[in-house]
């Protein structure tokens, strides 16, 4: 009995090992060459082997870069609540309004339609709609709400923001919808039978049940805002930085162990931000 269970233990590590050595070499192997590197020094022309904690003595006392990494943490939690009210909303309508499957595959299908196009493409195309001359502010001044154009409504933290929600909406959609849809009806019927009004079946029932949906959609966010620079790049009309767009001006400037320094950090960061949001709900027993 002893040696079956040895020979199958073997038989899974054998099965395993392959994969375990693609993950090994894509994921954990170019990891590890980033802190490796980012010990290493630099000058204006080279850039030699070594072990320093300059580049993190630099980026941990200054206040320029406890700036930009503030900006991150304000653009991510600003995004991250207004993604997941207008996610779960949407997933709320789609699953508990929308009797007909045919129209919820509809809907939620119409709601990926932004999707077919690149990201920078959705992003830019709110330059025009929000310029001085742009939609927007011409049809406020038609109306006669404003009398001048609104200057904060483009290259702004409102229009980073804007952007940010715009392209990431959907990634706390579809979490929360999958977690509604396997929402046991009678639950509700329970509620609702006992006196429940709606505020409470929502608060007792729904929102806990829809967890799992919530933290996978907040992690997506939170890390997909972190690391994008992009669109605090062109939103902001290079006015604001973060921590993505902090790694690509190193880059940009060949100062290669600066940049994977912010990098680790930056992994460190949003590692934490993840191990506290799975602190609220152990998703693997959830799913």
């Not at 269970?5 to 099965?15: A, C, I, S």
């Not at 993604?83 to 709601?111: D, E, K, N, P």
């Not at 229009?159 to 929360?176: D, E, G, N, Q, R």
């Not at 009309?237 to 290669?256: F, H, K, M």
Request: charged share 10%; aromatic share 14%.
């Amino acid at each position: 009995m002893a040696a079956l269970f040895r020979n199958r233990h073997l038989t899974g590590w054998l099965l395993a090992s392959p994969l375990a050595a693609v993950l090994a070499f894509f994921l954990v192997l170019p990891i590890l060459m980033i802190v490796v590197v980012s010990f290493w020094g630099a000058t204006e022309f080279s850039i030699y082997p070594a072990f320093e904690f300059d580049n993190y003595h630099f980026l941990l006392t200054s206040p320029v870069t406890l700036q930009v990494f503030l900006n991150t943490f304000k653009y991510a939690l600003v995004t991250w609540a207004l993604t997941l009210g207008i996610g779960f909303a949407v997933a709320w309508f789609l699953a508990f309004h929308v009797r007909s499957q045919t129209w919820q595959i509809a809907l939620f299908l119409l709601c990926t339609i932004p999707f077919w196009t690149s990201n920078i493409i959705r992003m830019i195309s709110w330059i025009p709609f929000l310029g001085r001359n742009g939609l927007a502010n011409s049809t406020l001044i038609s109306w006669g709400v404003i009398d001048e154009p609104l200057e904060w409504l483009l290259f702004s933290d409102f229009s980073v923001i804007l952007a940010f929600v715009h392209l990431y909406t959907l990634f706390m959609v579809v979490p929360i919808f999958n977690t509604m849809m396997r929402i046991d009806r009678s639950l509700i019927e329970a509620a609702n039978d006992a006196g429940a009004s709606g505020f409470q079946i929502l608060t007792n029932v729904i929102i806990p049940l829809c967890k799992p949906g919530i933290m996978i959609g907040s992690i997506f966010v939170v890390t997909l805002v972190m690391g994008d620079f992009i669109t605090v790049r062109f939103m902001s009309g290079s006015q604001s930085a973060n921590v993505g767009r902090l790694i690509s001006n190193d880059i940009a400037l060949l100062q290669y162990p600066s940049a994977a320094a912010t990098a680790v950090i930056l992994l460190v960061t949003v590692l934490m931000v993840i191990g506290t949001l799975l602190r609220f709900v152990d998703i693997r027993k959830e799913l």
